[in-house]
DNA sequence: ATGAGAACTGTAAACGTTTACAGTGGGGGG
DNA sequence: CCCCCCACTGTAAACGTTTACAGTTCTCAT
C-alpha cells in the first residue's frame, strides 16, 4: 500500500526518456513534439508534479518573500498586506506572513531565516528600531525593504510616511474650524511611530504659534483604552476640557469617542476629534471619524515594487553602498463627521 | 568582491572536521565537545546559517503550513489566522497565507502546490465547495483541515460553525424583544454561508410559526452596500418597514444601521439590528451591534489543533477512510446596543 | 547519397544537507 | 599487556532537480 511518490526518475523510466528531457519538458524548454507527449502522458498518468524544494536547491531561490510585522491583525499591516500579496503574486512569489509581537528579537530572527534561504526577499515594518536590528538588516543575505523610517545611511531600501505632514494637516484642519485649546493622545514614546508623532505634533503647535499644554497630552498605548483613559484625564483639565484632541491612530480616537459620549459631550460641537491611519473603522464608527491617511495601502505597494525591483534585478541583491531608495508617501486628511458634523 | 556564501563543506575544511560532524553539531548530536567549540567557532566567524532548502530535501519537510482563504482582509479569516498563526509557529512552522479571491481554480492550484511541496499542511477555508475542490481535497499530497462543511464521506479534518443554531439564537432574541416582522438579509446563496444562513432562516422563522414573507429577504454580496440596499428595499414594503433585520454578516448590518439612520429611523427603537461574525466591526459600530458569534478565532485555532495531530502523528497523512474528524463550534449571540439600545 | 548543421537527447555533475555504515582511537577489564 | 567495547568521526550515498557538455538523430542543400 505504499504509494511511492513520482519523482522524474519514474516519469523517465515510464516514457522511456532521460530525466533531462522530463525536466525540459516542465521547463517549457524545446523538446520534440513526441517526447513532450509522452512524458506529459505518463506524468499524468502517475500523478507526478515536480518537487520545489529540489528545484529551489539547484536554482537558489524559493519564490517566496516574507513580510514581517508586529501583529498582522492591526489595521495598518493588514492594509498593506492587502496591497502586497496581489503585487508579489503576479511575479509568482508565494507570501510567508511573520506576527512578531513587536520583539526584536524575533524581528532579527526572520532576518536570519533570509540566509537560511526561507525566502527570496522580506518586507518588515520594524515597530522599535534597535542597534541589533539595524545590524541584521545591513546584513541581510537577500534583498530587505522597510516600511518605517531607519537612520539615513541604512543600507536599505525603505518606504516611508509623512507624520509630521499628517499631524500638520490636521492641526491645520483643527484650527481651521476655530479650535484652539487642541489634546493630544499618542502611543508609545520608545516606538517609531509615537516618537515621531511627538515631535509631528509638538513642531506643529509651535508653528501655529500654540504654546503645548502638557495638562492636554496623553501618552499610553495605541489601543482603545488608552483613547478612553486620555479623553477622561484631558476632560479634567483644570481649564475645562480641550475643544479638539488629535489622536495618533484610530483606535485612540474610538476610546476617546467613547469617554466623551459618555460624558455627554457632544462630537463635533463640543469637542472636534481626529485620527490617524484612516483605517476602516473611521469609516464605521459614529460618529464617522476624521482621520489622517497615512497611506499603508500605498507603502505597501510600494515597498513590494520595491522588492520586486530587487528581486528581478540580477544578484546585485544588497544596495549597493549608497544606492538604497526611500520612499515617500504623502499623507491626506479624510474629513468626516467627527470634526465637521455636517453630513451624518 | 564575491563572497561566497559558506556551506557546510565550508565550515568542515575551515574546522578541519568532515561534513558529517558539522552537521552533527548542528542537529545536537552527540560530539565531542572539542569538536563542537571548533566548529561552532568557523561558523560564527564566517557567518555560516545551515540552507533549510537542502535539508528540505532530505527530511522531506518545509516547516512550512498553508492558509489559504477568498480574502485574508475579512475580518473573519483574519481572525482564524491571528490564531492560527501563533498555534503553528509554537511547533516551529511557518505561515504561508493565499488569498485567493475564492476562485475554486486557484484553491485548486494551492492544493496542487502540497503536491509540490510547497508547505507540510494546509488550513483552507473554501466559499464555494465544487466537485472539483472536493476531488482535489480527497487526493492531497498533505494534510489538510477545512474550515467550513463538507459533504459527508469527505476524507478531510473540517471544523465547521452552526450557522443553524447562530440564526435560532438570533431570531429568538428578536421574537423575546418583541419583534415580530423580521427581515433578512443575506449574501450569495451560491456560497456556502449564504445557502447555510438561507436555510436556517427559514428552519428558523418555521419552528417560531411564523411564515416568511419574500418581500422582507433580501440578497446581495456578503457587503456593506448590500446592507444599505437590501434595508432600502426592506423599508418600501407595503406593510410598512420590518420591526427587525436579521443580516447575514456584520458588515451587511453596517450597512442596513446607514440607510435606516438616514431614513430617520431609530435603531432599535423602529428596528433591531442583528449582524453576524461578531467582528470587530460591531464593537464599534454605533449603535453597537448585536451579533452572533460564530467563533472565527476558535475555529481557527481548533483547525490548526487538528493540523498539528496530522503533521505531527507518522505519515499516515490523510486520514484514513473514515477516520476524518469534524469539529463543531458553538454559536454564540453577542447582545448590544443595536437590539436593546440601553447601555449606550 | 553525402555532409554540414540544426535540433534534439542523454550522461553526469552539481546544489547543501542528513545519515547508514564503516572506521578510528582510547580506556578499562581481564 | 591485550583485547574489547564504546564514543566519536569520516566516507559516501541519497534526496529530486537543473544544466553543461557531449552525443545522437534529423533535415536539407549539394
Not at 167 to 192: K, Q, S
Not at 259 to 271: I, S
Amino acid at each position: 500500500m505504499a504509494k511511492p511518490v513520482p519523482t522524474i526518475t519514474t516519469i523517465a523510466e515510464a516514457a522511456g526518456v532521460s530525466i533531462a528531457s522530463v525536466s525540459r519538458v516542465f521547463n517549457g524548454q524545446p523538446v520534440r513534439d513526441s517526447t513532450r507527449r509522452r512524458v506529459l502522458a505518463e506524468a499524468e498518468r502517475l500523478g507526478y508534479v515536480p518537487n520545489a524544494v529540489a528545484r529551489s536547491l539547484k536554482s537558489n531561490r524559493t519564490d517566496q518573500v516574507a513580510f514581517a510585522v508586529e501583529d498582522i491583525g492591526n489595521p495598518v499591516y493588514l492594509a498593506m498586506l492587502r496591497e502586497i500579496q496581489p503585487v508579489l503574486r503576479a511575479d509568482g512569489f508565494r507570501l510567508v506572513v511573520h506576527s512578531t509581537g513587536g520583539d526584536p528579537g524575533e524581528e532579527i530572527e526572520v532576518l536570519r531565516g533570509l540566509g537560511r534561504r526561507h525566502a527570496d526577499g522580506l518586507v518588515i515594518s520594524p515597530i522599535r528600531v534597535t542597534p541589533d536590528l539595524l545590524g541584521a538588516l545591513a546584513q541581510a543575505a537577500a534583498p530587505v525593504v522597510v516600511i518605517g523610517s531607519v537612520p539615513p545611511g541604512t543600507p536599505v531600501d525603505n518606504v516611508r510616511a509623512d507624520s509630521r505632514t499628517g499631524v500638520r494637516l490636521a492641526l491645520r484642519h483643527l484650527l481651521d474650524i476655530g479650535r484652539r485649546r487642541i489634546g493630544f493622545v499618542n502611543g508609545p514614546l520608545d516606538t517609531v511611530p509615537g516618537e515621531r508623532r511627538d515631535a509631528a505634533f509638538r513642531d506643529g503647535m509651535a508653528e501655529a504659534g500654540r504654546p503645548v499644554d502638557e495638562g492636554l497630552v496623553h501618552v499610553g498605548g495605541f489601543r482603545r483604552e488608552t483613547g478612553a483613559e486620555g479623553a477622561r484625564r484631558l476632560l479634567a483639565h483644570p481649564h475645562g476640557p480641550p475643544d479638539a484632541l488629535l489622536c495618533a491612530n484610530d483606535l485612540i480616537a474610538l476610546g476617546a469617542l467613547d469617554t466623551l459620549r459618555a460624558a455627554g459631550l457632544r462630537v463635533p460641537d463640543d469637542v472636534a476629534v481626529v485620527g490617524m491611519d484612516d483605517t476602516e473603522l473611521a469609516a464605521v464608527s459614529w460618529p464617522t471619524l476624521t482621520s489622517v491617511c497615512l497611506g499603508s495601502a500605498e507603502r505597501g505597494r510600494r515597498a513590494a515594487g520595491l522588492l520586486l525591483d530587487r528581486l528581478r534585478g540580477a544578484p546585485p541583491a544588497a544596495p549597493a553602498a549608497g544606492s538604497a531608495r526611500t520612499v515617500t508617501v504623502a499623507p491626506r486628511l479624510v474629513v468626516r463627521a467627527s470634526t465637521t458634523g455636517g453630513d451624518q
